[in-house]
């Protein structure tokens, strides 16, 4: 396990921004504490730290690292831990960045890993390739048609060294057959797919075209078993980002995009359902422009585990 960032336990509260709303929010400096990663080399002695381990917060104790692992003691090195924590390096599946230093956000706040879901322009984009640990997009889809077209727009995202295809479905998003096509354009070559569906419609397009990663959850409506067995034999995966719309289903002009019959409920069932039938579920927290001082990603996996 790798145990990167100390943190203040007051830093982590849920304030998000979304691609459902992309409401921007300022961001507050960083203080000195969240900053410091350990050391790569050497051995560290944390003495009197919670640990986190992905499940659970251990009592107080010492923690011995050598490099990015536990290791035997050595008092070179010493940190007092006392009312802070440690965590594995964290994974925030679905966000979008605007510019190289929210990378450095990111890690004062324990997400060593991440999945950039989409830049606004090819200039964006450059801003973020050949960046460890960050995977990437480059421009979405939305109504590409024909071969030709679609063969093109699936060698052109992945020449620029994307990491997966971020199609957007919903409106102005491609027809289904179009989505049929793009997605076994890019498995073709090897690559994998990424598709927005936070509607019902949408996420039942999404999952007959066999797109590898569905990006949010339905709010309208409760997935049926057919569809949730589709997914299994598919091998397909979700990232509910749960946070952003409990967030935004609290702002009556956000919540007003799902319609009528949009809902947190349905997140939460459609949530619980997938899980019950073993559909990997990943935490992402769809924050979007400027990154959040108090980063949601734990809420996010505190929303994923109360709900199923």
């Known amino acids: 396990m790798k145990l990167r960032i100390l943190l203040n336990t007051s830093s982590l509260a849920p304030s998000v921004s979304a691609c459902f709303s992309h409401s921007q929010h300022a961001r507050r400096d960083v203080s000195p504490l969240q900053r410091r990663i350990l050391s790569p080399v050497g051995k560290t002695v944390i003495t009197n730290i919670s640990v986190f381990d992905g499940y659970e917060m251990t009592p107080s104790r010492t923690v011995i690292i050598e490099g990015e692992k536990n290791g035997s003691y050595d008092t070179r090195c010493q940190r007092h831990g006392t009312f802070h924590y440690l965590i594995p390096g964290l ?51 939305y109504q590409p048609s024909g071969q030709a077209v679609i063969t093109q727009a699936v060698d052109y995202v992945f020449s620029n060294n994307s990491d997966y ?87 009556t002009q956000a919540a007003a995009r799902l319609g009528a019959n949009g809902s947190f409920e349905y997140g939460r069932a459609n949530v619980a359902l997938l899980h019950s039938f073993g559909v990997p579920i990943l935490a992402g927290t769809d924050a979007a422009g400027t990154i ?17």
């Not at 966000?95 to 964006?124: K, R, W």
């Not at 289904?176 to 090897?190: K, M, N, R, T, Y």
């Open 165 to 251: 295809f971020k199609i957007t479905v919903e409106t102005n998003g491609p027809s289904p057959s179009s989505q049929a096509e793009l997605v076994p354009a890019a498995h073709d070559i090897g690559q994998q797919t990424m598709s927005h569906c936070a509607d019902m419609k949408s996420y039942l397009q999404t999952i007959e075209s066999g797109s590898n990663g569905l990006q949010h959850i339905p709010q309208n409506g409760i997935l049926n078993t057919s569809a949730i067995e589709q997914m299994l034999r598919q091998h397909q995966y979700t990232t509910p980002t749960m946070t952003v719309f409990e967030y935004d289903l609290s702002n």
């Open 91 to 141: 994974i925030d599946s679905h966000l979008h960045l605007n510019v190289p230093s929210h990378l450095e956000v990111l890690t004062s706040y324990g997400i060593t890993t991440a999945f950039q879901m989409s830049c606004h322009n090819d200039t964006q984009c450059a801003m973020f390739k050949g960046h460890p640990d960050l995977c990437d997009s480059s421009l979405q889809a």
């Open 292 to 308: 959040t001082a108090r980063w949601p990603i734990l809420r996010a996996r505190w929303i994923l585990r109360r709900y199923g």
